[in-house]
C-alpha cells in the first residue's frame, strides 16, 4: 500500500511533452498531482487547468511567474522548447523545486554547465528525460552489460534511421528545421538519446575525442523537380507523385503527429476535414513543399567517438528512411549484443570455438513481456517509466538501472555539442578527461 502523500507538481511548458508525462497523475493519482501550470498560451493553461482541476491562482503565464511565489509544490515537469530549457529551469531551481526536464536539455555547453552548476549549488534533483533508457529493450541491455556478460565494452555501434515523414514533419518543415529558432542541430534534437545510450553503457569512462561528419545531402532547392510548386495544395503540378505531399502525410494519415501539423488549429475543437485543408493551402508550415523549405540542419550525420579507455563508438543518423529503425551492437571482450529497437529483441552471442561450433546465441525477447505500450504508453514504454522513476527519485525510494545522477547524463550531451563542432570544423574535437 502507498503511505505516501501524491508529490505535487507544476507542468512548466503545457505543451505535447509535459502533457505525456503528466497523465501519470491520472493513470496514478496517488503518486503525483498536478497543482500549477505555466505557459504564455492562454488556451493551452485553460486546458489543463480543465483537465487537473486547477484554480486560477494556479495558472501562470510563464516559468518566471511560478519562480517568483514562494515554493508551493514538490516538483517542476519541464516541457518547454530546446532554447528554453535552461533560462526558465534556473530560477526554478533558484526558487527550490526538483525537475523533470526535457531533452536536449541545453542548446550549447556553456548553457549546459549553467544548469549543472546551478543544480549543484541549490542541491537540486534533475531529472533529463532520455527516456529510451527506461524502455525494457535498452534497460534489459544495460541490464546484461552491467552483470558483465559481454565483459568490457570495446566499441558501440548505434544507428538511427528517421522515417520520412517524421523527418519531414520535424526537421523539414517542423519545429526543428530552423537552428535559428530552435537552437538545436539535429542531432541534438534527434539522437541525443542515442549519444546518451552509448555514454550509458560505457558509464564511467569519459569520452576523449569525437570527430563527425554530415549535410543536407537531400532536401535542397535545387534538387526540387522541376515542375515543383511552393505548397503542396495550391501550386504543385506533381503533388499526385510526390513521397512527401502534405496531403499524404497529413490528411490521408490523419492521426499521424496531428500534435505537430495542427497546432495553428489548437483554437477549433473538432477541425474539420475542410479546416485542415485549407490550413495546410494558406499559412500552416507543414503545407510547404520539403525541397523549399530552407531548412537548415542536416539530413544525415556520422558521429564517431572515443572513449578514455580507447575503446569507440560510432551513431550514424539518416533521414529519408522508409521506416524507423533504432538499432544498437555492442562489442565486448567475451561477447556482443546486437538488436533493433522497434523490434524489441535483442540477441547476445558468445564465442564458442568448441569442434562444429562457431558462437552461442541467446534471443532476449521483450515482445513477451507484456505492458511495453499498454500501461507505460509511448517511446516503447519508456515515457511513464521514466516518470515513476523520478517520483522515487524525490522520495529517495530505490530506483532503476535507468536513472543516474545529472552527471552522468550529461556525457551524451558533450559528445554531441562536440559532434556540431567537428561537423562545423571538420576536425576531431579533443574532450577533457
Ligand atoms: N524525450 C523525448 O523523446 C522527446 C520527444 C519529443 C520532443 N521532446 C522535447 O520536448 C520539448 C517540448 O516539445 P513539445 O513538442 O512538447 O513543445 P511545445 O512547443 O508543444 O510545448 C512547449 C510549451 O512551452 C511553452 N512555453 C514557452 N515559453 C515558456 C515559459 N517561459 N514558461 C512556460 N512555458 C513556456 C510554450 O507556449 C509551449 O506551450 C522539446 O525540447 C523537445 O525537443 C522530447
Redesign the pocket.
Known amino acids: 500500500m502507498n503511505t505516501h502523500k501524491p508529490l505535487t507538481a507544476i507542468i ?7 502533457l505525456t508525462y503528466a497523465a501519470y497523475a491520472r493513470q496514478h493519482p496517488d503518486e503525483l498531482k498536478i497543482v500549477a501550470v ?4 492562454e488556451l ?1 493553461r485553460k486546458q489543463v487547468a480543465e483537465l487537473y482541476n486547477l484554480p486560477a491562482e494556479n495558472c501562470f503565464e ?3 511567474a511560478v519562480a517568483a511565489r514562494p515554493k508551493f509544490a514538490d516538483v517542476v515537469i519541464n ?4 532554447h ?2 535552461v533560462p ?1 529551469a534556473l530560477p526554478l531551481l533558484a526558487a527550490g523545486y526538483d525537475m523533470l526536464l ?3 536539455f541545453a542548446t550549447n555547453e556553456a548553457e549546459m554547465w549553467d544548469l549543472v552548476e546551478t543544480a549543484r549549488q541549490y542541491n537540486r534533483k534533475v531529472i533529463i ?1 532520455h ?1 529510451l533508457r527506461f524502455t525494457p529493450f535498452y534497460a534489459a541491455i544495460r541490464g546484461q552489460v552491467l552483470e558483465g556478460l559481454i565483459g568490457d565494452i570495446l566499441n558501440v555501434q548505434t544507428v538511427e534511421h528517421v522515417s520520412y515523414h517524421h523527418m519531414a514533419v520535424g526537421f523539414i518543415r517542423g ?2 528545421s530552423k537552428i535559428s529558432d530552435c537552437h ?1 542541430p539535429m542531432l541534438m ?1 534527434k539522437c541525443c ?1 542515442d549519444l546518451d545510450l552509448i555514454a550509458w553503457m560505457k558509464s564511467g569512462v569519459p569520452p576523449r575525442g569525437v570527430s563527425s561528419f554530415g549535410s543536407n545531402f537531400q532536401f535542397r532547392p535545387e534538387n526540387a523537380p522541376p515542375e515543383a510548386g511552393t505548397r503542396c495544395l495550391v501550386d504543385c503540378p506533381i503533388e499526385v507523385d510526390c513521397l512527401y505531399s502534405a496531403r499524404k502525410h497529413y490528411i490521408d494519415h490523419p492521426d499521424r503527429w496531428s ?2 501539423v495542427w ?1 495553428s488549429l489548437e483554437h477549433l475543437q473538432n477541425p474539420t476535414l475542410a479546416d485542415k485543408i485549407r490550413s495546410l493551402e494558406t499559412d500552416n508550415p507543414y503545407g510547404r513543399c520539403v525541397w523549399k523549405c530552407e531548412m537548415e540542419v542536416v539530413d544525415h550525420q556520422s558521429v564517431m567517438v572515443e572513449f578514455a579507455d580507447g575503446s569507440t563508438a560510432t551513431h550514424n543518423m539518416i533521414g529519408g528512411a522508409s521506416r524507423p529503425v533504432r538499432s544498437i551492437h555492442l562489442m565486448g571482450t567475451k561477447g556482443e549484443i546486437q538488436g533493433v529497437f522497434e523490434e524489441k529483441r535483442f540477441v547476445i552471442r558468445h564465442i564458442d570455438p568448441r569442434p562444429g561450433h562457431e558462437y552461442s546465441e541467446k534471443v532476449v525477447d521483450l515482445n513477451m513481456s507484456g505492458d511495453l505500450h499498454g500501461a507505460f504508453g509511448a ?1 516503447g514504454g519508456g515515457d511513464l517509466r521514466l516518470v515513476r522513476d523520478f517520483i522515487r527519485v524525490i522520495r529517495g525510494e530505490p530506483v532503476s538501472i535507468s536513472t543516474t545522477n545529472l552527471e552522468d547524463s550529461i556525457t551524451g550531451h558533450r559528445i554531441g555539442f562536440a559532434a556540431e563542432q567537428a561537423v562545423q570544423a571538420h576536425r576531431v574535437v579533443r574532450l577533457a578527461t
Do not use: I, L, N
Open positions: 512548466v511548458g503545457a505543451g505535447h511533452r509535459a505555466a505557459d504564455p498560451r493551452r510563464c516559468a518566471e516541457g518547454t522548447m530546446d528554453q530549457h526558465t526535457e531533452k536536449p528525460c527516456v519545429k526543428w538545436s534534437a538519446h500534435f505537430y497546432e517511446h
